[in-house]
C-alpha cells in the first residue's frame, strides 16, 4: 500500500472519530454548541484531507464505486455541518429543530455505511 494511502486512511480514521464525537455531543443535548460544533467542523476537515489523499494515491481514478460513496458521504457531511452552523449562528444555544436532529442522524449513518463499505470494497479489490 503506497503512503499516500497509508496517511489517507489513517486521516479517515480520525475524520470518523471526530465527526462522531461531534454527532454524539449534539444528539445527546439537543443542541449545538461550540463544542459539538468543533468537532464537525473537525471531522469534516479530517475527511476532506482523507479524500483528497485518497483520490491522489488511487490508480483507479475518483469515479469508481468506493470513490461515489465518499464523496456522496463527505457532501452530507458538509451539508449537515453547514446546517449546524447555521442553526447555531442564528439561534444560538437553542435546542436543534426536529428535522435537523432526525437529518443528523441520517448523515452520521450514511458516512458511516460509505466508511464500511469503502474498505470492504478495497479488500475485495473492487474499489
Known amino acids: 500500500m ?3 494511502i497509508i496517511f489517507a486512511v489513517t486521516i479517515v480514521n480520525l475524520a470518523l ?7 454524539v455531543i449534539e ?3 439537543h443542541k449545538v454548541t461550540a463544542r ?5 467542523r473537525l471531522g469534516v476537515v ?5 479524500t483528497t ?5 488511487s490508480s483507479s481514478g475518483p469515479f469508481t464505486l468506493h470513490g461515489l460513496l465518499g464523496f456522496s ?9 453547514g446546517m449546524a452552523w447555521r442553526h447555531r449562528a442564528r439561534n444560538g444555544d437553542a435546542d436543534v429543530p426536529g428535522w435537523l436532529h432526525l437529518y443528523s442522524r441520517v448523515a452520521y449513518g450514511w458516512w ?14 473492487r474499489a
Not at 489523499?53 to 494515491?57: C, P
Request: hydrophobic share 60%.
Open 2 to 4: 503506497s503512503p499516500i
Open 17 to 23: 472519530v471526530s465527526y462522531g464525537v461531534g454527532i
Open 27 to 29: 444528539q445527546r443535548t
Open 36 to 40: 459539538a460544533l468543533f468537532w464537525l
Open 46 to 50: 479530517l475527511d476532506i484531507v482523507a
Open 53 to 57: 489523499a485518497m483520490v491522489l494515491g
Open 73 to 81: 458521504a463527505l457532501g452530507v457531511m458538509v451539508l449537515e455541518t
Open 112 to 125: 458511516v455505511v460509505a466508511y464500511i463499505t469503502g474498505g470492504w470494497l478495497v479488500m475485495q479489490g
